[in-house]
């Protein structure tokens, strides 16, 4: 076995118990993944997918691993909510992971320090993405399965509903199409063989070695506003109209009154549909849906309000690996997109998603009505 990667996404934000399920998947898995093929000399290079907001609480995220932990560390953290009762563990959790945002962060950086401690003289890196957007080109362009995140954040503009976005509106995020981060981490793969190669060259000359590879696999060449992202996804609506009334129905604002009052007005209007439809004796999901939405858009706010710089060199330096050849099938440079383009295929991408859901949920509910009868 030459080439081992493996990525855990995990998008459960909550604060109570699903850090226990966040923990085990994005931390004790890739402990136990790595202790199993280092063991047997089958692990030829290996990283872990981590996430670039694993340091969020930073302005200015380095190439390092930061073991910086409250409490005592994660063991130490783990000891203390084991015998708590679920509602105990609610209440303590935000002090014990602040300051970051959520548990998923938190644990990212837990299995980073994990990683540094307890592997460091495998193969292996860290390879940190920032927000995750559908592909720009592989397999097809804007291609998405799923919808989390700043996608479904997107659903209201696809939807032509009025939401104005609680955020910064000149604030830049860092986004990355998902083949680009796909060949990001293959090529990070190459470069931490090779870096190993010579970590070992230097040992045997009693040499300092450096800690495992980290990849800040960002850029800030080819930048785009919270609010440019909005408008370049309602430019890709498929009618003249959408487009235009997009401008005005979707925004980002820095004045979170002004966002709230757009989601209490969707929140009145789901709560209408719903009463007609259970007046009909048909089940209503508009405010649930308006609720997942609201949640969401909790959730991502901190992104939405801050940007953070990061130092990319081992991600500038992967580049120079590569053959002309391997370079046309691994593009990664994100600094290259044209933007422009790329958004109309995000929200063509985008909406066939959802048509894929509603054939789904229509064929679902025709088998379940055929069963019934």
């Known amino acids: 076995m ?11 934000l909550d604060l109570t118990w699903e850090f226990k399920i966040s923990w085990i998947l994005t931390s004790r898995a890739p402990k136990d993944c790595i202790t199993f093929y280092g063991t047997r000399h089958v692990c030829k290079r290996s990283f872990m997918s981590s996430t670039f907001y694993s340091n969020c609480d930073r302005s200015h995220i380095e190439e390092c691993v930061y073991d910086d932990i409250r409490f005592g560390g994660w063991d130490n953290i783990r000891r203390i909510i084991e015998p708590l009762t679920e509602s105990e563990k ?33 193969p ?55 083949d ?84 209490w007005w969707m929140y009145f209007v789901a709560y209408i549909g719903d009463m007609i439809l259970s007046l009909l004796r048909k089940p209503g999901s508009n405010v649930r849906l308006v609720s ?3 949640t969401l858009a909790h959730i991502v706010e901190p992104f939405c309000c801050n940007s953070w710089t990061a130092r990319n060199d081992n991600v500038k330096q992967m580049r120079s690996l590569l053959a002309a050849e391997d370079e046309a099938l691994l593009e990664f440079d994100v600094d290259r997109i044209d933007w422009a383009e790329y958004y109309k295929q995000f929200t063509k991408g985008l909406n066939l998603e959802l048509e894929r859901r509603e054939l789904r949920r229509r064929q679902k509910k025709k088998l379940e009505s055929s069963l019934t009868v």
């Open 124 to 178: 292996i890196g860290i390879f940190r993405p920032p927000i995750v957007t559908p592909s720009y080109k592989e397999p097809i362009p804007g291609w998405v399965d799923c919808i989390q995140g700043v996608t479904g954040l997107c659903i209201p503009i696809l939807k032509h509903r009025l939401l104005w976005y609680y955020g910064e509106p000149t604030v830049y995020p860092s986004l990355t199409p998902v």
């Open 90 to 122: 609610s209440t303590l959790m935000p002090a014990l992971i602040a300051p970051l945002p959520n548990n998923y962060a938190f644990s990212k950086k837990c299995a980073e320090v994990m990683i540094q401690q307890q592997f460091s003289e495998l």
């Open 180 to 263: 680009y981060c796909i060949a990001g981490m293959i090529t990070a793969a190459c470069d931490i063989k090779q870096r190993h190669e010579e970590n070992r060259v230097l040992q045997s000359f009693d040499r300092h070695v450096s800690t495992p590879p980290v990849y800040n696999f960002c850029f800030d060449k080819n930048l785009i506003s919270w609010q440019q992202f909005i408008r370049l996804v309602g430019s890709g609506l498929p009618t003249a109209s959408g487009r235009k009334l997009s401008i005005l129905r979707n925004r980002v604002t820095h004045w979170r009154i002004l966002s709230r009052i757009t989601f």
């Open 2 to 12: 030459k080439l081992r990667l493996r990525s855990t996404l995990w998008l459960q």
């Open 292 to 294: 997942g939405l609201d």
